[in-house]
């Protein structure tokens, strides 16, 4: 297996306001060590009012979990009321950035050429997008799972080069797994994490897709994780529910130890 550093990120959606936020990292970071960080890269996805006073925290008290956001626009600057740029996040130090994730695509019906651009947007500014594919349960019950993830794929990394897909994140996140409990079967997980990186080596080679770290999320909790970070193609979590609290996050984080 290639030597991919696992990243384990926690996508709190629209939960803490910014003293919670404060709070819940601070907590986290007293759970983690140096071993913890060198094996792996934990990131945190707050909401955007949380940012600058997460990433106080962290630099004041150099704490190295990667700061990261959950959405970005994909144009530089203009009348685009209540959205944010790269640009404005790439200043707070934002080194990851989720693209595509379920709730936006179903929610606010972002296409995946918009996904595409978000994630050149998210290049041009030095971070590294976490896109996020998946099915639906009737979906994956037609038997189609597989075409809707590479469909994701290959659309959404139009154009991105080789090197810039190397260095991406991909989250196979099954839609019916998210915040149901219903995790996916570490084999069914595998499964098509196997297959994202099968799309990437169609796409951009066999070398890129052995480089690609490819997340497994959904209903990710401390007691299935180590059994889906034995996977083969698993490289880390994308949680939810489980990375508000910074208890049950850190366990998850520290997946290896059980
Ligand atoms: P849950 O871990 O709550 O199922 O959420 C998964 C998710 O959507 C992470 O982006």
Known sequence: MADRKPLIS???KMHHNHFEAIQMVQSLSYQLNADDYSHCDISVHPPFTDLRSIQTVLESDNIPILLGAQHCHEQEKGAYTGEVSTGMLEKLNVKLVIVGHSERREIFNETNSQINAKAKAIFKHHM???LCVGETLDERDAGIAKDKVKIQLDEGLQGIGK?????MV???EPIWAIGTGATATPEDAQEMCAHVRDCIRQISGK???EMVRVQYGGSVKP????ELMSQDDIDGALVGGAALEAES????AQYRLQ
């Open 163 to 167: 090197d810039r897909v190397g260095s």
């Open 207 to 209: 070398a890129t897709a």
């Open 170 to 172: 991909i989250a196979y």
């Open 10 to 12: 926690g996508n709190w």
């Open 223 to 226: 007691v299935n994780i180590a």
């Open 128 to 130: 590294t997008p976490i």
């Open 249 to 252: 996050f850190a366990r998850i």
